[in-house]
């Protein structure tokens, strides 16, 4: 059974920095994309980013400059480091395996104060 376990979210103020990581079990990450989606409370959830098998990193239009997202295959688990922070970055974050199905985190809550 696949499980991700995202962790590192938490109280920050704006311009500060968080690193987010996403353990998985069950499942090798190696050889598959991952990629981390975030929802804010009354809106949809929003694509953030991809780090493809080989490990090329993509970026949604709204963080692209301010965070980068990495993978260690030997521990299984993908980071996003978020820089610069602000508060319109508040919002849950989550993990997501793509496969077929496609498997998700119970996320992480990333709150940042004005």
């Known amino acids: 059974q696949v499980q991700l376990v995202e962790s590192g979210g938490g109280l920050v103020q704006a311009g500060g920095s968080l690193r987010l990581s996403c353990a998985a079990s069950?499942?090798?990450?190696?050889?598959?994309?991952m990629d981390w989606y975030r929802q804010a409370p009354g809106k949809q959830r929003e694509w953030v980013a991809t780090?493809?098998?080989?490990?090329?990193?993509f970026y949604g239009d709204s963080v692209k400059g301010r965070v980068t997202i990495s993978r260690d295959n030997a521990k299984n688990t993908v980071y996003l480091q978020m820089n610069s922070l602000k508060p319109d970055d508040t919002a849950v974050y989550y993990c997501r395996m793509s496969t077929r199905p496609l498997y998700w985190g119970q996320g992480t809550q990333v709150t940042v104060s004005s």
């Open positions: 069950g499942s090798s990450i190696r050889l598959k994309a």
């Open positions: 780090i493809a098998s080989g490990g090329a990193p």
